[in-house]
């Protein structure tokens, strides 16, 4: 058994994640009736990825230039290297509305970050690249759970 650490650098570790990451629309907007991927969805399908390769994932309140931000940070568990984003949040004085700006801020920051977007399965379909069925990882993992 080699235990030498992974030398691969954490972008190309963000890259392989990315390679398979896949994403699925499981929610409907009640107000505009629009679909749109969960950040419970997005992190059920890149935990097990980060997870392979040894990256760990933080977010959570920060500030940059006096305005509050959803820091997201990946860091290598290999190597120590680490990267980080700051997304810009409206804090309101309804605290619902500062709840949903911080998930939609996680969400988004994970998707910009892997450089991804949930799958049109309409969009796929029409053009004859899948039945528009994909089962996300997570929800693949739970299954063979309680198998």
Same mark, same amino acid.
């Not at 969805?41 to 940059?64: H, I, Y």
């Not at 991804?116 to 969009?123: E, L, P, V, Y």
């Given at each position: =058994? *080699? $235990?030498?650490?992974?030398?691969?650098?954490?972008?190309?570790?963000? @890259?392989?994640?990315?390679? /398979?990451?896949?994403? %699925? @629309?499981?929610?409907?907007?009640?107000?505009?009736? *629009?679909?749109?991927?969960?950040?419970? $969805? %997005? !992190?059920?399908? !890149?935990?097990?990825?980060?997870?392979?390769?040894?990256?760990?994932? +933080?977010?959570?309140?920060?500030?940059?230039?006096? =305005?509050?931000?959803?820091? +997201?940070?990946?860091?290598? !568990? /290999?190597?120590?290297? +680490?990267?980080?984003?700051?997304?810009?949040?409206?804090? /309101?004085?309804?605290?619902?509305?500062?709840?949903?700006?911080?998930?939609?801020? &996680?969400?988004?920051?994970? =998707?910009?970050?892997?450089?991804?977007?949930? $799958?049109?399965?309409?969009?796929?379909?029409?053009?004859?690249?899948?039945?528009?069925?994909? %089962?996300?990882?997570? %929800?693949? $993992?739970? !299954? @063979? &759970?309680?198998?």
């Amino acid at each position: =058994m *080699n $235990s030498e650490p992974d030398c691969t650098t954490l972008a190309k570790k963000i @890259k392989r994640v990315r390679d /398979d990451l896949r994403l %699925v @629309k499981d929610a409907v907007n009640p107000h505009f009736g *629009n679909e749109y991927v969960t950040l419970n $969805s %997005v !992190l059920a399908e !890149l935990n097990p990825l980060l997870d392979r390769e040894n990256l760990l994932l +933080t977010q959570g309140p920060q500030g940059q230039g006096g =305005m509050p931000t959803i820091q +997201t940070q990946i860091t290598c !568990l /290999d190597t120590g290297d +680490t990267a980080s984003w700051d997304w810009p949040l409206h804090i /309101d004085a309804n605290p619902q509305k500062t709840a949903s700006a911080s998930s939609y801020a &996680r969400r988004y920051s994970l =998707m910009c970050i892997f450089a991804t977007a949930a $799958s049109d399965d309409d969009g796929e379909s029409s053009l004859g690249r899948g039945s528009g069925q994909q %089962v996300p990882l997570g %929800v693949r $993992s739970a !299954l @063979k &759970r309680l198998q």
